[in-house]
């Protein structure tokens, strides 16, 4: 079970979204401000301008130029420009060095950019202008400079960027520390989540006193999961009991035919049945037998056996035990086995795992076929793997045959209890060692167990 990044969880993913809308709403209203604001003072230069338009037009065309050249005398900020301009377009009075390529009436001002001359020098200035003609024939240009406009306009960009980058700053450090602190939060419900997989169904999800939406639904779960623990210990309860109270008479009916049989001088029928008697009460007691070591593993009461065990013993106990089995069968078996690091786990029950694992193969392998046993190292661990030229089992079956008592219908002719494969997952889950079954390369099947150093892992 991988750890969550902080960049993965949904409480950075919505801060994310909430700084987004934040810079959205920032930039609305900075837009707002700069059109109100950059619009009012527009507008009062236009009317401004076309005020004094009207009234140079209105006025005697012989004293127009001195009152131009008085108005810009006076114009101490320098934002005047005027010009009169002859029908041949020579400039007559005013400030402008020429007569503007474009002529805006007093119904449109338009904002360009015109050559000054105040006397001192030329200077270029974005200027707000209108046109009109005069009663003599000869054009009269007024304008105002924008530049109080401009520096409106830097000072609303330079408070927008100033409140949206820190704004987003804050949003991202605020997110990194909700989602680090939701972190902890899930990290703990995965904790108590990994020990309840494990076996301990008396872990519970944490809930603090504060009674968030999260501690709610902790409670929710863990009425839930104290309803399966009882549901649970119910039905393992009563599995465990049969068994239990199962093996003592069948034990006592398994004596009693002995003896009776041993009584018998004659190979007569009655002694064929009993042998038969005998050899289905044996089954059932193995059926018993493998159930309650179900039960004991599951309910993980050898984990104190752990110690650090070495796979290639247990490899190689295997393949000196199986290996005279095999040939009787007309199997060839196959062995590989690769120095391994040192495991936390129960020997005992790892034999016990690969064992079965192992005559599943010798026994459901046709003669003349063969059968593999190999320990293969890993960078986090080791992987001991099965493998034979059977029949195999179908991709959509293998989930199931980890059941008990499930066979599949080839199998169920050959002698059995269908727990093997059961108690193999049993003892992988308490180990947390991953158990995989896929097709082998050879045609039959492939069981690998993942043997890891750090046992955090889930089963397969």
């Not at 700069?34 to 009012?40: A, D, I, L």
């Not at 301009?85 to 007569?99: E, Q, S």
């Amino acid at each position: 079970m991988h750890k969550i990044r902080i960049l993965e969880t949904a409480s950075f993913r919505r801060t994310i979204g909430a700084a987004a809308i934040l810079a959205v709403a920032l930039l609305s209203m900075a837009g707002f401000l700069y059109r109100e604001t950059v619009g009012y003072l527009t507008r009062q230069i236009d009317d401004a301008l076309i005020a004094d338009a009207r009234s140079f037009a209105n006025s005697d065309p012989a004293s127009l130029p001195a009152r131009i050249q008085k108005a810009l005398a006076d114009d101490r900020r320098r934002e005047k420009a005027f010009g009169i301009f002859a029908i041949d377009r020579t400039r007559l009075a005013g400030n402008m060095a020429a007569l503007p390529p474009i002529l805006p009436g007093l119904d449109n001002p338009q904002t360009l950019t015109l050559s000054l001359n105040d006397g001192e020098g030329s200077t270029s200035e974005h200027v707000r202008i209108v046109s009109t003609s005069l009663k003599n024939g000869n054009l009269l240009v007024l304008g105002h400079a924008t530049e109080s406009v401009d520096e409106i306009r830097e000072i609303i960009v330079r408070a927008l960027l100033l409140a949206v980058f820190p704004a987003l700053a804050i949003s991202l450090i605020g997110g990194v520390v909700m989602s680090q602190a939701m972190l902890r939060r899930v990290e703990a419900v995965r904790r108590a989540c990994s020990s309840i997989m494990q076996g301990h169904f008396d872990r519970r999800l944490p809930v603090h006193k504060r009674q968030d939406e999260f501690d709610k639904l902790s409670v929710i779960v863990n009425a839930m999961l104290d309803e399966i623990e009882r549901l649970v210990g119910d039905v393992k309860g009563a599995g465990d009991a049969i068994a239990h109270d199962l093996r003592t008479p069948l034990t006592r009916l398994r004596s009693r035919l002995e003896r009776s049989m041993r009584a018998i001088s004659d190979d007569g029928p009655v002694k064929e049945a009993m042998q038969k008697s005998l050899g289905d009460i044996d089954q059932l007691l193995a059926t018993i037998a493998a159930l309650m070591r179900i039960a004991e593993v599951e309910q993980s009461r050898r984990r104190e056996n752990f110690s650090k065990v070495d796979l290639g013993e247990i490899v190689t106990a295997l393949a000196e035990f199986y290996q005279p089995i095999a040939e009787e069968r007309g199997l060839d078996f196959v062995v590989a086995c690769q120095p391994a690091a040192l495991v936390d786990a129960d020997g005992d029950l790892l034999f016990e795992a690969l064992a079965n694992l192992v005559d599943n193969a010798v026994k459901f392998t046709p003669a003349g076929g063969r059968v593999g046993l190999e320990l293969v190292a890993a960078p986090t661990g080791s992987i001991v793997r099965v493998w034979d030229t059977g029949s195999g089992i179908p991709a959509e079956e293998r989930g199931n045959v980890l059941r008990r008592f499930y066979r599949l219908d080839p199998s169920r002719q050959t002698p059995g209890t269908g727990l093997g494969l059961s108690l193999v997952s049993a003892i992988a889950r308490l180990h947390q060692f991953p158990l995989s079954l896929r097709d082998s390369d050879s045609g039959g099947l492939n069981v690998e167990l993942f043997c890891q150093v750090d046992g955090d892992a889930e089963v397969a």
